[in-house]
């Protein structure tokens, strides 16, 4: 939830949601998900002037990096390499 920027008691915006959702997504991706996606599941409740906010989620697998093999580097030392690695991970 606190990735989204839609709230209870704010008004359903179409645009919002959607960004929700990529926002969701986003978290999968980072998460080891490549496969992920993420799709708004809005509900009408009661007489209709009220939604419900849902998302079906499908995960897909999840990948997942034991160790990285550092081989061909001719110009750059394996230091270097393994400090730009783990600085992005």
């Known amino acids: 939830r606190r990735a989204m920027t839609s709230a209870p008691g704010q008004p359903y915006f179409e645009p919002q949601t959607s960004g929700d959702a990529d926002s969701i997504a986003l978290l ?3 998460r080891g998900y490549p496969e992920v996606s993420v799709e708004p599941a809005p509900k009408a409740i009661g ?9 079906v989620i499908h995960e897909g697998p999840q990948i997942l990096i034991d160790h990285v093999l ?11 390499i393994l400090r730009e690695v783990q600085r992005h991970h």
């Open 70 to 80: 550092i081989v061909g580097n001719q110009r750059t030392s394996r230091e270097t």
């Open 47 to 55: 007489d209709g002037s009220k939604v419900e906010l849902g998302f």
């Open 28 to 30: 999968y991706l980072n």
